[in-house]
């Protein structure tokens, strides 16, 4: 229930930053978007009932859909593949060390504590957010930074909505971040039980999922086997180390190359019966994954209207993001029935998805019609 509706309130929070952006602009719609998570965190310091708990998580979704979409419109309105990368590097900071503080609470009496924590960084953001930005329109902080607008950016008088949804990169750019995040989520979570489950993986098997995210993660204690091994790979280490490859390559070529060494990755935790092997694969997956969603963010401020493009972000994500709930589903589904083994075949049909519906993005842009 926490994911669902968590996600809920992104999804619900992505389709209304169309319209708050279009009204009230960049600098007022991401304020407003820091104050949500602000509201239920302090709701959910003290521990309160279950459903009151739940409305919480739909409120911190509400808010981090408004602030995704405007920061990720805003960044990639830069047209910046570094930034873009630097931005998306810090999500995977924060995925790594959140769960470090969060474990410490865990086995204490005021375990939703921890949520003070989260009340502190989010009244920090909101003061910062009010200080640099100052309320502004996109277009005149862009033009404080020398950057001029672009022709059409800032339009009114059109359907917004009926004009995002019109262009046909939109879709297949959000069915991509959709399979994308919930291949993120699926593995990175579920990974945890199938080394328990199918390779005997020990209590610190837990460290998987923060080599998959981001920083060194300690491996693992199987059996009697207490050693530990490192891997300084995942998500964040990816989307910093593979800058310089990307430009390299072609960012749009390299994400098939990614795909296919991810891909090969993932086949040989479901058929090497190696703990070890498996826990170093997850992490190189993770390095492999992590510049992907800076790509596709990269990618559409390339093909889409500049004056579209927050809101167009802001969609895909709020897409995107439903599969953070959705594939996880699916999988325990899967599991409950055939077993967590069934987590490999399903990730692997997932990713050469994925590669799939990139190869029907466009490279070039498209005239809105």
């Known amino acids: 229930m926490l994911f669902v509706f968590s996600c809920t309130g992104f999804v619900f929070g992505a389709g209304v930053n169309v319209w708050l952006n279009d009204k009230l602009g960049f600098g007022k719609t991401i304020v407003i978007g820091s104050l949500f998570p602000l509201v239920a965190y302090a709701i959910q310091s003290p521990a309160p009932p279950f459903p009151v708990m739940v409305f919480g998580y739909f409120l911190c979704g509400f808010g981090n859909a408004l602030q995704n979409a405007q920061g990720n419109g805003f ?25 470090l ?38 277009e005149d902080v862009l033009a404080e930074a020398g950057q001029h607008p672009v022709e059409g950016e800032g339009q009114t008088g059109q359907n917004i909505y009926r004009a995002i949804f019109g262009i046909k990169s939109v879709h297949f750019l959000a069915i991509f971040a959709l399979i994308y995040i919930g291949v993120e989520v699926t593995l990175g979570g579920w990974i945890v039980t199938f080394i328990i489950s199918e390779r005997g993986g020990g209590p610190s098997a837990g460290y998987i999922s923060s080599g998959f995210f981001g920083g060194t993660s300690r491996l693992l204690d ?26 390299k390559v072609g960012e749009f070529r390299v994400v098939f190359l990614y795909g296919i060494l991810a891909i090969a990755l993932e086949l040989t935790i479901w058929f090497i019966p190696s703990i070890i092997e498996n826990a170093i694969a997850v992490s190189f997956i993770g390095m492999l994954l992590g510049p992907m969603f800076p790509i596709l963010v990269g990618h559409a401020s390339r093909i889409l209207p500049a004056w579209l493009l927050t809101g167009s972000v802001g969609w895909i994500t709020g897409v995107g993001v439903s599969g953070s709930a959705v594939l996880p589903l699916i999988t325990g589904v899967l599991a409950s029935k055939f077993g967590i083994r069934a987590l490999q075949p399903l990730v692997v049909s997932m990713m050469c998805t994925m590669v799939g519906v990139w190869a029907l993005i466009p490279r070039a842009p498209r005239r809105v019609e």
Do not use: E
Request: glycine share 8%.
């Open 75 to 99: 960044v990639a309105s830069m047209h910046h593949a570094t930034k873009l990368s630097l931005v998306q590097a810090a999500y995977g900071v924060g995925a790594f060390a959140s769960p």
């Open 101 to 138: 503080a969060a474990t410490h609470f865990a086995g204490t009496r005021h375990w939703s504590f921890h949520f003070l924590i989260s009340s502190g960084i989010a009244v920090l953001n909101t003061v910062i957010q009010c200080v640099v930005f100052r309320f502004r329109r996109q």
């Open 222 to 247: 199987s059996g009697n086997d207490s050693s530990l091994y490192h891997c300084t790979t995942g998500l964040t280490v990816g989307r910093l180390a593979l800058i310089w490859f990307s430009k």
